[in-house]
């Protein structure tokens, strides 16, 4: 009921998976990664159970194509299953029951699995590779990137429900203090796959940080535009310095990361973003 993609960088150390379904919530079932560990997507009557045990194998050094032998050797219902790893090393495995609905099947190359059932067609797994090795930027671009393309080539043959994407980096968590990079899921929509991509461009928004090169000097046009939307959302008044008045709306529209805190400065995309949404 799945299509998805299990994938690594290990130049940037990341790890993920990007899936979508015609079910509801998948990305509380398919995807699982870790860390310099590996990833995981369990689906097609989905064992859950191999997500934290492939996972748990693949950490102490097993190969993906070890783990998926181990995970599958004991599980009675192995052929209604399909699932997709890639370990540490960017070792990839996929397997596709004989029990799965059709089309299904799935692919493997240097550092990706990718695999689906119940799909339209059999161009969708194609579709997905072919755009995953030809899209640059990092792993979440390319693990969105192949997932549209899979969409687009149909997907899964009963419509569009659920999708969702997970990528893990050494202290890439906020705060630095977990691995849980890159966490979204549209969990009921009429087309999910856009819709996540939108909850990916926000958190490359809010979360980003912007070369030195792209900071914006509050001052000229910049500051003119800034303090107008201060001053048209209550902030900027009479006995408060314009540093605390863009402290206090910088602070409420969750931008500390991307501006300098004695108001100095503000990343060019947040600006043109403020901008954009408060109409100065």
């Not at 159970?49 to 998926?68: H, K, V, W, Y």
């Not at 996929?94 to 059999?122: D, E, H, M, R």
């Not at 849980?180 to 549209?186: E, T």
Request: net charge positive; hydrophobic share 40%; proline share 5%.
């Amino acid at each position: 009921m799945t299509f998805s993609i299990v994938a690594c960088d290990l130049k940037e150390k990341t790890w993920g998976v990007a899936v979508a379904s015609k079910f509801p919530a998948v990305g509380s079932v398919v995807p699982w990664a870790q860390a310099d560990a590996g990833a995981v997507a369990t689906q097609s009557f989905s064992n859950a159970s191999f997500g934290p045990r492939g996972l748990q194998m693949m950490d102490g050094g097993i190969s993906a194509e070890n783990t998926l032998a181990k995970l599958l050797m004991d599980d009675p219902d192995r052929e209604l299953r399909q699932v997709g790893l890639v370990d540490a090393k960017g070792r990839a495995a996929t397997f596709t029951g004989s029990g799965c609905f059709p089309w299904a099947g799935g692919v493997i190359g240097k550092g990706y699995a990718i695999q689906g059932n119940i799909l339209a067609n059999a161009k969708v797994v194609p579709a997905m590779e072919k755009k995953f090795l030809s899209t640059k930027g990092d792993l979440p671009s390319r693990l969105y990137a192949a997932l549209l393309a899979g969409d687009r080539a149909g997907g899964d043959k009963r419509g569009r429900q659920s999708a969702a994407i997970y990528v893990a980096k050494p202290n890439g968590g906020y705060g630095g203090f977990i691995d849980r990079w890159i966490d979204y899921r549209v969990d009921d929509h009429e087309d999910p796959v856009p819709r996540l991509g939108e909850l990916i461009q926000l958190h490359r928004l809010y979360f980003d940080q912007s070369p030195e090169s792209e900071r914006v000097l509050l001052k000229g046009k910049a500051l003119e535009q800034i303090a107008a939307i201060l001053k048209h959302e209550g902030y900027l008044k009479k006995n408060i310095t314009f540093q605390n008045a863009f402290n206090a709306f910088i602070g409420n529209e969750n931008f500390e990361e991307r501006s300098d805190p004695n108001a100095q400065w503000i990343d060019k995309p947040v600006l043109k973003y403020l901008v954009k949404k408060f109409g100065q």
